[in-house]
């Protein structure tokens, strides 16, 4: 199969409406005068494998995958990357020019290098992270603090047996508190992550006591609707540095667009200021 002379790339999912990731790309496209497209894909599950197959002879290059596709698109890669196969979870695809799929998650990547970039004097070995939620995302980061180098992970979720099962698959560097704990555990926190949807436009707030906190915690959300969350209000009046959650989202984005276009974008506020728009 030769190059197409228009590469095209994609986020697949259902819904897909919401996604920011066509803004997204269609920025970085517009700002380096690449010839390409990036479009939104509604796929149901029952065709994700046929679309999958046809996708490399319309021209497309690779593509994003979200809700609710992530785990169930293992399955038809030909390749995985070690990261991807630890958080169970793929959410980029690269198609070869010999027809293979390689699947890669560049999630955990994402929410380190926003971390790296909104707390420049945030330091892995500082001491453990707290992390509130063990749903898909927690995979990811979890699986990239301790890459990174994090000690300890005190890892708490409203559903116990979540929790446990992130425990048995990354070992004894994570440690289940119970949810009822949660407040308990922050003074321990270099770093602290909120990973639930607690906090997000139109769900309940996250209610932990917070006064455990200290000012040299870094804090982070991974909600960005809205920007600042209340989680992060409070933080920030405790005295803490606080990264937001909307830049994890653009820099797991960079890989893919890398790999698809040939050409690594930068992450800046005119970046921002368009995914925002
Ligand atoms: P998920 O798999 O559905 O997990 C949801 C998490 O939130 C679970 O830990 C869940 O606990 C917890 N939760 C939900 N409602 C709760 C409640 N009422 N009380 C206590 N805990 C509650 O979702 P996900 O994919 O991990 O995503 C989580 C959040 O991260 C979402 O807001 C998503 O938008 C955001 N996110 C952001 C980025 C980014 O780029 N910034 C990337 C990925 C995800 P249980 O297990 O007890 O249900």
Redesign the pocket.
């Known amino acids: 199969m030769t190059l197409p002379s228009i590469p095209l790339a994609g986020v697949i999912g259902n819904p897909i409406a919401h996604s920011k990731s066509p803004l997204l790309h269609g920025h970085w496209l517009k700002t380096y005068g690449i010839t390409g497209h990036y479009v939104p894909l509604e796929v149901d599950a029952e065709h994700l494998e046929a679309v999958l197959k046809a996708m490399p002879q319309m021209g497309f290059v690779g593509c994003n995958v979200t ?1 609710p596709h992530k785990e169930r698109v293992v399955q038809f890669v030909d390749q995985i990357t070690d990261r991807a196969t630890l958080i169970g979870a793929v959410n980029t695809l690269i198609f070869r020019p010999d027809g293979s799929i390689v699947g890669d998650n560049t ?1 955990g990547y ?2 380190i290098e ?1 971390l790296r970039h909104g707390a420049p004097e945030w330091q892995a070995e500082a001491g453990p992270a707290v992390v ?9 980061v979890v699986a990239s603090l301790l890459d990174a180098g994090v000690p300890e992970i005190l890892l708490t ?3 116990r047996v ?1 929790a446990d099962r992130l425990r048995e698959d990354f070992g004894a560097r994570v440690k289940v508190v119970e ?1 009822v704990q949660a407040g308990n555990i922050l003074e321990e926190a270099a770093t602290l992550v909120n ?4 906090g ?1 436009a139109g ?2 707030e ?1 209610r932990i006591p917070m006064d455990g906190l200290r000012s040299e915690t870094v804090v982070t959300d ?4 809205p920007l600042i969350t209340n989680f992060l209000k409070t933080a920030q009046e405790r005295g803490c540095v606080t990264v937001d ?5 653009l820099h ?1 984005a960079v890989p893919g667009f890398e790999r698809w276009f040939g050409r690594r974008p930068v992450v800046d506020e005119a970046t921002r200021q368009v995914v925002l728009g």
């Open positions: 809700i999630d994402g929410f926003n509130l939620g063990a749903g898909g995302a927690a995979r990811a979720n409203r559903t979540r949810w990973t639930t949807s607690l997000m769900k309940s996250l991974l909600v960005y609707n959650g909307l830049g994890m989202l797991q």
